[in-house]
């Protein structure tokens, strides 16, 4: 009941949807890419508990951020971030920014298994919690956390992508599609998936929505496109003012071997003209290394004070009107010009029909007043008159 009327609600929405996905890649329109290390910085990058034996990354490649962190098993969590500016908003006052951020978890090839005796170099596993004896622990999660008492900002929790809970209980790959908009006149968030198999048996379609929001304009939009491949997984979202945190669960082991993949789009609004400071921005995964250390098994990066502020921008420039053109014999403008017999009038404009329909295109057109054709009219009249005599 609950997917249909999210399909009722995407049917009156009518705009939800984007027109069109890039393949696999980020696009956006009426939204600036922020610069790496200038538009948006941050302090330090740290394993997320403190280990020496970690290997954690985060720097800046044009743009786009990297971030990630290894073991001595050869687990890994990467997570790639790109950060947006609108240039038009719905005037609120405050300036709305979108962080795209693009996450993986893969299993090593260097565990302890010991069913029989130690087994070195054995295949790492994804934290599946098929095995919930010993806990459940996320396969991968994404956390940022902000201090609103600053008074600068806060999470749009309401237009982060993902913004509530969802599970898919399906066998192969789900083809996602993501969208946050914000333009002069609307607003909103939209979260589609593909149809995927079910079955050797045959296929089963299941396109629609996972998650709707207002209106999606494409006009002003940033939007992305990406394949998932579990069984039966869920997510789990918190969101608050100072708080947005995706939980990702693998439910079965039947692809605890492979990576795991999401992406989220978190959503920042903060006073026009004013930087916002992300206090953490936390990447983790959790794997299982076999009857050694022990058994459960986290991985993660934390990135520390991440400010993102508002880039460089010169705003268009309104067109200058057309000074009014004055006669210089009588001192009057064209508008208002006095033909000598009291009647005063407003001119007329010679254009083609393109022109006279938008007026506003209409530039160039010649415009003449009834004075200046009674002149034009004699002149002609006089010269006429000579050449017969």
């Keep these: 009941?609950?997917?249909?009327?999210?399909?009722?609600?995407?049917?009156?929405?009518?705009?939800?949807?984007?027109?069109?996905?890039?393949?696999?890649?980020?696009?956006?329109?009426?939204?600036?890419?922020?610069?790496?290390?200038?538009?948006?910085?941050?302090?330090?990058?740290?394993?997320?508990?403190?280990?020496?034996?970690?290997?954690?990354?985060?720097?800046?490649?044009?743009?786009?951020?990297?971030?990630?962190?290894?073991?001595?098993?050869?687990?890994?969590?990467?997570?790639?971030?790109?950060?947006?500016?609108?240039?038009?908003?719905?005037?609120?006052?405050?300036?709305?920014?979108?962080?795209?951020?693009?996450?993986?978890?893969?299993?090593?090839?260097?565990?302890?298994?010991?069913?029989?005796?130690?087994?070195?170099?054995?295949?790492?596993?994804?934290?599946?919690?098929?095995?919930?004896?010993?806990?459940?622990?996320?396969?991968l999660s994404v956390e940022a956390l902000t201090d609103i008492e600053r008074e600068q900002g806060a999470f749009r929790w309401d237009w982060s992508v993902?913004?509530?809970?969802?599970?898919?209980?399906?066998?192969?790959?789900?083809?996602?599609q993501n969208a946050y908009g914000i333009g002069s006149d609307s607003e909103g968030a939209v979260m589609a998936h593909g149809q995927y198999p079910i079955n050797e048996d045959g296929e089963v379609e299941a396109e629609g929505n996972v998650q709707i929001k207002g209106y999606h304009s494409s006009e002003y939009s940033v939007q992305t496109q990406y394949e998932v491949t579990l069984y039966e997984w869920d997510v789990f979202v918190d969101g608050r003012a100072d708080l947005m945190a995706w939980d990702m669960y693998l439910n079965l082991g039947a692809r605890e071997t492979?990576?795991?993949?999401?992406?989220?789009?978190?959503?920042?609004?903060?006073?026009?003209?004013?930087?916002?400071?992300?206090?953490?921005?936390?990447?983790?995964?959790?794997?299982?290394?076999?009857?050694?250390?022990?058994?459960?098994?986290?991985?993660?990066?934390?990135?520390?004070?991440?400010?993102?502020?508002?880039?460089?921008?010169?705003?268009?420039?309104?067109e200058e009107e057309e000074p009014v053109v004055t006669d210089s014999d009588t001192g009057d403008s064209q508008e208002h010009e006095d033909t000598g017999d009291?009647?005063?009038?407003?001119?007329?404009?010679?254009?083609?029909?393109?022109a006279s329909a938008d007026p506003q295109s209409a530039k160039g057109c010649m415009t003449v007043n009834r004075g200046s054709l009674y002149v034009m009219f004699m002149a002609a009249l006089m010269v006429g008159f000579r050449r017969k005599d």
Excluded at 343 to 351: G, I, L, M, N
């Design 258 to 318: 492979q990576s795991a993949y999401h992406e989220y789009f978190l959503s920042v609004q903060v006073e026009e003209g004013m930087p916002f400071m992300i206090d953490e921005l936390n990447f983790m995964g959790n794997f299982d290394t076999g009857w050694y250390d022990p058994f459960h098994h986290e991985l993660g990066v934390t990135l520390t004070d991440l400010v993102i502020s508002q880039p460089f921008f010169i705003p268009a420039e309104e």
């Design 162 to 176: 993902p913004f509530e809970s969802y599970g898919i209980d399906a066998y192969g790959q789900v083809t996602f």
């Design 1 to 139: 009941m609950r997917f249909l009327s999210l399909l009722a609600a995407l049917a009156l929405t009518g705009t939800a949807h984007a027109d069109d996905f890039s393949d696999s890649e980020t696009s956006y329109s009426g939204a600036s890419i922020l610069e790496g290390d200038w538009d948006v910085s941050f302090e330090t990058a740290t394993d997320i508990a403190g280990s020496e034996d970690r290997f954690p990354y985060a720097f800046f490649e044009g743009n786009t951020l990297y971030v990630g962190n290894s073991d001595q098993y050869d687990n890994t969590i990467d997570a790639i971030v790109e950060f947006f500016w609108f240039q038009s908003s719905i005037d609120r006052g405050t300036d709305f920014y979108v962080a795209v951020i693009k996450t993986r978890v893969t299993p090593g090839h260097n565990c302890f298994y010991a069913p029989w005796g130690w087994a070195d170099g054995a295949q790492c596993k994804l934290w599946a919690d098929e095995w919930s004896d010993w806990g459940e622990h996320p396969v």
């Design 342 to 354: 009291g009647d005063t009038s407003t001119p007329f404009e010679f254009a083609d029909d393109a």
